[in-house]
């Protein structure tokens, strides 16, 4: 089988993959490039595996006339920069000792060593730089059917690194098949080793969060998530009964999928700016505000968030004209400003009559003119 695609003809990449293959050594482009290119899914990252040691493959790419940045060299990775083109490039290497979190690795020379530590057998897929496939595990079929399953042993993997756990899900919301269920092994496996979630950094629980609910629809995983227990693990409190309803009126914005989730989500370590969306979103919520008004208060994406997140958790359907009214508030004015009462209020009096004011323009459905909120 043969992957195709315009990254794989870039005039960088097959420049890099000489380099290394007329020195003697392998050039195999691995994982998330092989993957989606498969399945016809978007390429974003090139990764590159070698038998090359990161020395050799800095002083080979050098050579070249290309730039090499030591990103990760501690774990044999290095950035090469080919005519404008971007590889991560990483050792073959082989886990020696593992605890949950960390990995101390060696060096191989095997690609069947290297594809034996991944997480996924869809992620142990290589293909050369002619676009021939390389399946050292025999993960081609998986990937084909869209079975998310384990390299091997799925406890084992798991207790190597039990981000392992979150990614299993995410990696089912956006590749796996929701007619074939999630993989019964791994999900055991998962619910056996739930309580490792709590040596993972807040930080990384957050981000894969973020990205199995960007997924275009991450319903079955996180209802399989609040089945084994891994939801109320990464995220407590949590309950996962009103998403498949959001997801249904076509939200796709994880944060909005994040907002009826409930649950702790401060413990998720968001960026300030996403953290603070979502619980405005569980605000609004419960202040049950019309559209109008949360057009005009929030603007038009918040305001259709709050909506169907309303909608999503009271299991109903979003109010009549919804959207129609969101975008008229979005679009009023209020047309008195601090200067037309400052003859009369100053201070505190003068915010407390402003929003007093205001108030009664909202409710009027922006209908009250200037002159009959100043009478």
Known sequence: M?????WLQHAGTQALCLALESSGFQALFVGGCVRNALIGAPVNDIDIATDATPETVTNLAQNAGFKV???????GTVTVIAQGGVHEVTTFRQDIETNGRHAIVRYSTSVVEDAARRDFTMNA???????????????????????????????????????????????FAWYGDPAQGV??????????????IETLSRERVGAEIC?????????????????????AAA????????????VH?????????????????????????DLARVILIREEVERLRPPQELGYRHGVEVAEMVILCCAALFEAEPPANWQADIAKGAGAEFPVDAA???AQYQGKALGDQLRLLEQRWVDSGFALSKTALLA
Not at 183 to 196: F, I, M, T, V, Y
């Open 211 to 231: 990205k199995l609910l960007s997924a275009p629809d991450p319903s079955l995983a996180v209802a399989s998530m609040a089945q084994s227990g891994v939801l």
């Open 249 to 273: 009126f076509g939200m796709r914005s994880w944060v909005a999928r994040l907002a009826v989730l409930g649950g702790a989500v401060e413990t998720l370590r968001l960026s300030r700016a």
């Open 125 to 171: 897929l290589y293909a050369r730089a002619d676009g021939t496939v390389v399946d050292p595990l025999g993960g081609l079929p998986d990937l084909l059917a869209r079975r998310v399953r384990f390299v091997g042993d799925a406890d084992a993997r798991i207790t190597e690194d039990y981000l392992r756990i979150l990614r299993f899900f995410r990696f």
């Open 340 to 342: 037309d009462l400052m």
């Open 183 to 196: 993989d019964a092994e791994g999900l055991a496996a998962c619910a056996a080793h739930s309580a490792g």
């Open 2 to 6: 043969q992957v195709q695609g315009d």
């Open 235 to 246: 995220l407590p409190g949590a309950d996962a009964k009103a998403l498949p309803v959001l």
């Open 69 to 75: 940045i030591p990103t990760g060299i501690d774990h």
